[in-house]
């Protein structure tokens, strides 16, 4: 059990990662108290019954007390939701979120002013394809990443404030990591957003396939296409504002893929064996990096340490 | 224990498939002999070692006493390989295969000629992404599918080889159907040769990428990228012969699946926010089609039975 980081923290969005934080406080000691607001009654209700904390019928409420405020929702809501959080925060209380896009999210965090909070953007590398506060566990971001991109301002007290939640962080079992939100947005793009705009996009195609073929790509759906029904199944809100707000980046690492996959789709059409191999081996070999780095998918991937599994 | 159905197999080819055919015939008494032969020394001195049946020095030797001889050689192997087997089989055999492309297994299958064997294409939708002997196991065929595609000929003697070759993967624990070569090329080149081909593009372009990132792709690739490098470590030569095999089946999946993603990268660009959606909440759909086929992710999956997992 670590050491208590935070007397109070906020929880602001109770979705699969919001629910996991509470959880993951509760179990470790890292936050004494725990506050939790959603937008949606349901949701409050559900994380009440979920008895992940204290849910309070307001923002405002949730906030006003907390060392720390962690913004759950879709990294479409950030501007509102900071707009909204930062007035009713306390001096000197750190803002933080969650997004998986961090030039949106430091943009909607700057934005809603705030000089008497310390705003440090964030984003845990953990997950699985499942949504709402019944889908978190308190396991979920053990040995994951947990980036922080810290605004380029300095001063000893903004350091101890990453200092802070750096340890909050770490007291949830994650491994913790800062750098520049450009290349956060490229080394996503292609590591996470790139594959579940391919996954959604495969799968939208045999969609239509399974009324040509009158059932049968269900039925017969083993094999790799089982992997990306799977990653399609991520929540598809939260996937829209990371394609819409990670835009730049996407498209350039989709114009990368696109190129390599008519390269690909020619040696197919002409009948280059050598071709295709070639570009099979170069896939290997990155795969064998990643075993090298003792990553294997066995032990860190999407979902990895869900509790049934 | 399941019923014998054979005295005698015959192997061609020890890989993961043919390693695991040995392993699940024996443990289930499907056939009290197995002989196995592979074109590479090596393979056939791990088989022996592995004491997965009795490993031959010719071809000639393990399938000449088999009652079927079942060809696990990659596709683009097969017509040599039938070539030399046809003729050493006795009377009434019968000579099946493992290729995932139906089109090109049954030409190869026929053009080795062989009036006095039982030609009965077949493909089993199991596999993982190790390659080799030691990489078998008994229970790869456990609740597969596995699909034959009889010749269009018919006869008594047909049939009942058919029957028996049925009865010997469900021997085997698969679900074993029949099914027309053509639509069998069509519903894997979306199911599984699509889905491939992807994994292997993204994970080359990821490749390239890295050198960029000096070393953050392979370090943050969690999510869904790392289920992309684990299909994508998949055997290339079996793979490059699959998509040379079914190149048209391939080719037209393919385009719908590069008309489908323009669609979305055009989407992205404009921010065309509820485009995005109307495209993921049709991925959603497919998903709950598989779901409520009781086909869940956790129970049918790409290396689903490996004894490890």
Not at 10 to 19: F, Q
Not at 45 to 60: F, I, N, P, Q
Not at 270 to 289: H, S, T, Y
């Given at each position: 059990?670590?050491?208590?980081?935070?007397?109070?923290?906020?929880?602001?969005?109770?979705?699969?990662?919001?629910?996991?934080?509470?959880?993951?406080?509760?179990?470790?000691?890292?936050?004494?108290?725990?506050?939790?607001?959603?937008?949606?009654?349901?949701?409050?209700?559900?994380?009440?019954?979920?008895?992940?904390?204290?849910?309070?019928?307001?923002?405002?409420?949730?906030?006003?007390?907390?060392?720390?405020?962690?913004?759950?929702?879709?990294?479409?809501?950030?501007?509102?939701?900071?707009?909204?959080?930062?007035?009713?925060?306390?001096?000197?209380?750190?803002?933080t979120d969650v997004g998986s896009v961090?030039?949106?999210?430091?943009?909607?965090?700057?934005?809603?002013?705030?000089?008497?909070?310390?705003?440090?953007?964030?984003?845990?590398?953990?997950?699985?394809?499942?949504?709402?506060?019944?889908?978190?566990?308190?396991?979920?971001?053990?040995?994951?990443?947990?980036?922080?991109?810290?605004?380029?301002?300095?001063?000893?007290?903004?350091?101890?404030?990453?200092?802070?939640?750096?340890?909050?962080?770490?007291?949830?079992?994650?491994?913790?990591?800062?750098?520049?939100?450009?290349?956060?947005?490229?080394?996503?793009?292609?590591?996470?957003?790139?594959?579940?705009?391919?996954?959604?996009?495969?799968?939208?195609?045999?969609?239509?396939?399974?009324?040509?073929?009158?059932?049968?790509?269900?039925?017969?759906?083993?094999?790799?296409?089982?992997?990306?029904?799977?990653?399609?199944?991520?929540?598809?809100?939260?996937?829209?504002?990371?394609?819409?707000?990670?835009?730049?980046?996407?498209?350039?690492?989709?114009?990368?893929?696109?190129?390599?996959?008519?390269?690909l789709q020619r040696a197919i059409r002409?009948?280059?064996?050598?071709?295709?191999?070639?570009?099979?081996?170069?896939?290997?070999?990155?795969?064998?990096?990643?075993?090298?780095?003792?990553?294997?998918?066995?032990?860190?991937?999407f979902g990895r340490n869900k509790p049934?599994?």
């Open positions: 059990m670590a050491d208590t980081v935070f007397d109070t923290i906020a929880i602001i969005g109770v979705g699969l990662i919001g629910s996991s934080i509470a959880r993951a406080a509760r179990e470790t000691s890292a936050a004494r108290s725990i506050a939790l607001y959603d937008v949606e009654g349901s949701v409050r209700r559900e994380a009440s019954k979920l008895d992940l904390g204290t849910v309070t019928s307001s923002l405002e409420e949730a906030v006003r007390d907390a060392d720390c405020v962690i913004l759950c929702t879709p990294v479409g809501a950030l501007e509102a939701v900071a707009a909204e959080t930062v007035p009713a925060m306390k001096d000197g209380a750190i803002l961090k030039g949106q999210a430091a943009s909607a965090l700057a934005s809603a002013g705030g000089a008497h909070v310390h705003v440090i953007p964030g984003h845990p590398i953990a997950g699985t394809e499942q949504s709402g506060p019944a889908a978190g566990f308190a396991g979920l971001f053990e040995e994951a990443w947990h980036i922080l991109t810290p605004l380029e301002k300095s001063g000893p007290d903004y350091e101890t404030a990453v200092e802070t939640l750096t340890a909050f962080w770490a007291a949830l079992g994650a491994k913790v990591e800062t750098m520049d939100v450009a290349k956060h947005d490229r080394v996503l793009a292609i590591t996470s957003h790139l594959p579940h705009l391919i996954a959604f996009n495969i799968v939208a195609t045999a969609y239509d396939m399974e009324t040509v073929e009158e059932g049968d790509v269900v039925k017969y759906s083993a094999g790799g296409f089982r992997d990306f029904t799977r990653i399609a199944a991520s929540d598809p809100v939260m996937w829209r504002d990371v394609f819409l707000g990670n835009k730049d980046a996407v498209l350039e690492a989709l114009g990368r893929f696109s190129e390599d996959l008519a390269a002409w009948g280059d064996g050598d071709a295709l191999m070639k570009e099979f081996e170069r896939a290997r070999g990155i795969r064998q990096a990643i075993l090298e780095a003792g990553m294997d998918s066995s032990e860190v991937n049934e599994e």
